[in-house]
């Protein structure tokens, strides 16, 4: 089930028009656990997604150089790693792109990343170093106000990290270098 534009998950606020059932899940071909690469799924629902004010569609970001504005994270992942609590309400946290040279410096010593960072992955993290996605919010959106139209684009979709709210970066797969197979996959199953 997929719920939609609901920012409390234990509140009592959603109906048939939130929840929406899935119809089949379309996971990225080269997709191999226990590896790190392509990691990302499309989801095809049993029916359109009525659109409101806190429900529409996401642009995706085209570009192929990294966006040079802060990134919005969201998630309702776990907040107190001792406990593995998670949020009720949707958090959200500000990052910047990492560089991948640094980012490799940081997942060198991965076995699940072979071929360290890739192309097809980005890194981001809190200057401070204090905010984080954690376990719970893989799957969850980095966009960001990325063109002059006032549009958030999706920049990113949340694949890992080392450790919650520590200063090694947080690894995202890269949406601009999936565009080809989310636009084959979308159309041909429409």
Known sequence: MVRVGVVNI??????????????RIYVHPDY????????????RLVKRVPFSRNVF?????TGE?????????????????????????????TLNIVSQDSCNLKYSKSR??????????????????????CQGD?????????????????????????GCGSPVPGVYTRVSKYLDWIESTVWSAA
């Open 112 to 133: 699940k990343l072979p071929n360290g960072i890739v192309n097809e992955q980005l890194c981001a993290r809190d200057v401070s170093g204090v905010m984080d996605t």
């Open 10 to 23: 234990t509140g009592n606020n959603w109906n048939d028009a939130t929840d929406i059932e899935i119809e």
């Open 57 to 61: 569609p996401t642009c995706l970001y």
């Open 138 to 162: 893989s799957g969850g959106p980095l966009q960001g106000l990325t063109g002059l139209d006032g549009h958030y684009r999706l920049v990113g979709v949340t694949s890992f990290g080392s």
């Open 65 to 93: 150089a990294d966006p040079t504005v802060p990134l919005t994270v969201t998630g309702w992942g776990i907040t107190d790693i001792t406990r593995a609590a998670t949020s009720s309400l949707l958090l959200k946290a």
């Open 32 to 43: 191999a656990r226990p590896r790190k690469y392509h990691d990302l799924a499309l989801l």
